[in-house]
């Protein structure tokens, strides 16, 4: 079992920059790919990033492209997302995802991973 847990959300204004933080714990050496969703209010979770074990991969949400950042480190069992030139329309619970399974796609799903947290409120004022 793994259990995960966020944190570094906060209210920031249009423009300004967050980072978060999800810690990893339990069989933490069977995680593959960790990921980033986020759900707005009335609206479905959406795919904001993902990163594999190794490093060396990564997808991104269309709506985040160059403006968020995905890293990771396994040695501390972390995952992190740099949140960059955020927008009002950015507002949402970000949620931190893992899965077991040796997967790998550009179009993630919320159904791909096992395990999540309990999110972090992001909001982003006009």
């Known amino acids: 079992q793994v259990h995960l847990v966020e944190s570094g959300g906060g209210l920031v204004q249009a423009g300004d920059s967050l980072r978060l933080s999800c810690t990893a714990s339990g069989r933490t050496f069977t995680i593959l790919p960790m990921a980033w969703f986020r759900q707005a209010p009335g609206k479905e979770r959406e795919f904001v990033a993902t990163m594999a074990r190794s490093g060396n991969y990564t997808t991104y949400g269309e709506a985040v492209k160059g403006r968020f950042i995905i890293s990771r480190d396994n040695a501390k069992s972390t995952v992190s997302l740099q949140l960059n030139s955020l927008n009002p329309e950015d507002t949402a619970v970000y949620y931190c995802?893992?899965?077991?399974?040796?997967?790998?796609?550009?179009?993630?799903?919320?159904?791909?991973?096992?395990?999540w947290g309990r999110g972090t409120q992001v909001t982003v004022s006009s």
């Open positions: 995802a893992a899965t077991e399974r040796p997967t790998w796609r550009t179009n993630w799903r919320t159904s791909d991973f096992e395990y």
